[in-house]
């Protein structure tokens, strides 16, 4: 007889889970998962897969506005934002039921309910209990928000992407990834938006001339960005919110949506009764092999406040399968972690900025290059990309890449095997570029800055 109903249990079947538990019963555990919500979790059903179709939705206002310098003419374009979210709608439950098959295929019990840990080897899914010789928690984060008075009022990006309507005007609060990001979904849609962050520069943690690039891209685009204010109060008033920012003044909208931070979503999940030990802003604290303070329960993903990105969960959650259940030794490896923000423009990067490498130590050399892409020719826009490659100058070695501009995510997915490898400046240089793209900037930059004249 068998000590416990499974070799693992999963609570929570987004990136992370889904991807452990497949690889934990590939490896011949019997593994079950349980989800309160959808299978897909944040990634699929409301984070980067409807976001990213939001962005190609508001892609097209900017296609409009400059086909016309190629010969085409075309009547006043009409959105319907009933018609993207249904059709989004739509394909998020295709992939939702795709993602249930794939457990289903692979073996894995699922079981739909909220999970709670009622001891450390028992978790308890709407009042059925399981036990499991090992328990993976990977539940993910929540929208944080921060506590003035009327933020209930106030969205998340959870709930943008089920308004009814488009609201003609929007105020945003913060200035990371998701602020960004819905900045360009919003202003490409038609809206008019507002930022307001309480710092001075969008972005805070990419390199500085990133940061500036995606600043005068969104400013280009009639984006209102206003520095060191952030919302002290909403209230509704005729229909509108009335926000009162930090520094007094305030504004009318339809839609206030804050973009101020996600947390762990460690709560009501009984993690005092099995022991397992939170960390600074209730983060599940883990080793390298994402390990809890109890010896066999393990949590990976956003729960761990790590990197939270979703390939990054789907990395520690394999790496956690293949250790536990494959019987290899695989820690988990953030390093050199490209990443991408779909603003508008995008923006790829991988490894260290120019700051970054400063502080630590680095004697670097700088390339860089700020160009017309060739798409904007013809259209008549004089929006700048940016090309930067942050070079140690002992070892010659690429320290860090990144891109702003058309198609740089797609760029950055071959450049960060290129960082990851730890290529020097000169394997760059040796290689032959592919032309006309933008991406050939990145093997052609021959003079650092500090050579270059006036810089
Ligand atoms: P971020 O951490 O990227 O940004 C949070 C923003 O909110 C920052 O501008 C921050 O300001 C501001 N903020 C934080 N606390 C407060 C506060 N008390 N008052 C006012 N402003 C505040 O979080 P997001 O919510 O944008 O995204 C969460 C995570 O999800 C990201 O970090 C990323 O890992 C992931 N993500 C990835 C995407 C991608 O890969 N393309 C897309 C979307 C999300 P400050 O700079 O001053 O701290």
Redesign the pocket.
Known sequence: MKEFDYDLFVIGAGSGGVRASRIAAGHGARVAICEESRVGGTCVIRG?VP?KLLVFASQFSEAFEDCGGYGWSVGKPEFSWPDLIAAKDREIDRLNQIYIRLLDNAGVDLHMGRGRLVDEHTVEVDGKRFSAARILIAVGGRPWV?DIPGREIGITSDEAFHLEALPRRVLI???????V?FAGIFNGLGSQVTLA???DLIL?GFDDDVRRAVEAGLSGRGIDIRYQV?PARLEQVDGEVEVTLSDGSKQRVDTVMF????EPYTWELGLENAGVRLGPGNRIEVDEYSRTSVDHIFAVGDVTDRI??TPVALMEGHAFADTEFGDMDRPVDHANTP????SQPPVGTVGLSEAEAREQGFNVRIFRSQFTPMRYTLSGRTEKALMKLVVDAKSERVLGCHVVGPDAPEMLQGFAVAVRAGLTKADFDRTIGIHPTSAEELVTLRQPVDDQPGS
């Open positions: 980067c976001k921060p609060a913060g200035a990371g990834y998701i602020a990001e962050y309480r710092r805070r952030e973009a101020t931070g996600r939270a990105l990443a991408a923000v779909f």
